[in-house]
């Protein structure tokens, strides 16, 4: 099994930034993709960011130039540098990872909250 910890979330100004991180662990086999993804309060989870084993990203348009994911192989850590936050960011953020023994994996989430 793939367990995903996720950290960095929190409560920030209008126009901020905060850096989250998802550490996988466990049996880490052929990791296709991994990915952040948010619910806001009533809303569907949607898709923030992807990034692929070679590194290729896709981003969500509303955050686009706005967020950055990266990803450190050696320390199996993704990361989604966000910046210039706005109250509409305000999610909780999710982890995912999809490997092919595996299929998809979700952390428990971590908490972002832009104030205005």
């Known amino acids: 099994q793939v367990q995903l910890e996720e950290s960095g979330g929190g409560l920030v100004h209008s126009g901020g930034s905060l850096r989250l991180s998802c550490a996988a662990s466990g049996s880490i086999f052929s990791i296709n993709y991994m990915a952040w993804y948010r619910q806001a309060p009533g809303k569907q989870r949607e898709l923030v960011a992807t990034i692929t084993n070679a590194g290729g990203t896709n981003y969500a348009g509303s955050i686009k130039g706005r967020f950055f994911i990266s990803r450190d192989n050696a320390k199996n850590t993704v990361y989604l540098q966000m910046n210039s936050l706005k109250p509409e960011d305000t999610a909780v953020y999710y982890c995912?990872?999809?490997?092919?023994?595996?299929?998809?994996?979700w952390g428990q989430g971590t908490q972002v909250t832009v104030s205005s």
């Open positions: 995912y990872l999809n490997s092919d023994r595996y299929g998809g994996t």
